[in-house]
């Protein structure tokens, strides 16, 4: 039982990459939203003339962006899997008392490197969204 109290206390770090995941997940979904309405409202635009052709150029720069924060949630929810198998096996060893430090160790290891790639694909995403020259072509 003293070491499912001390699993107890060390659940604390785990938590809260958790929740940035799930903080990161929100921000992902919510710029995805904005990408893809901005895409399917470009996609409508008829007529042939310079300014829909102008606009029009937008979409493969969208598309970029959109790809890239797929990525980004992917490997955000795999952090977040990686988080919650490391608390279950955490806590079934401590449960049956065998030691478990090193397996999730290298589960937090995996996480914390998962989140952090994705954190790497928002910034690409970001750095296409705010690239001046890409905006119309």
């Known amino acids: ?3 499912l109290s001390l699993v107890i206390t060390q659940a604390t770090a785990p ?4 929740g940035a995941v799930v903080g990161l997940i929100s921000v992902l979904i919510s710029r995805l939203e904005r990408i893809l309405d901005r895409s399917r409202m470009l996609s409508s635009l008829q007529g042939e003339s310079l300014i829909v052709h102008e606009l029009k ?3 493969p720069r969208l598309e970029r962006r959109a790809g890239l924060i ?3 949630m992917r490997l955000a929810i795999s952090s977040g899997v990686s988080t919650i198998l490391l608390m279950i096996l955490a806590f079934m060893f401590a449960f ?3 030691a478990h430090e090193r397996g999730v160790a290298m589960l ?9 790639a994705s954190l790497v ?3 690409r995403e970001i750095n296409i969204a705010l690239r001046r020259s890409d905006h119309f072509g």
């Open 1 to 3: 039982m003293n070491q």
């Open 15 to 18: 938590a809260f990459l958790l």
């Open 57 to 59: 150029a937008d979409l």
């Open 70 to 72: 797929n990525s980004a």
């Open 96 to 98: 049956v008392g065998s």
């Open 108 to 116: 937090f290891i995996v996480a914390v490197g998962l989140f952090g």
């Open 121 to 123: 694909q928002f910034l």
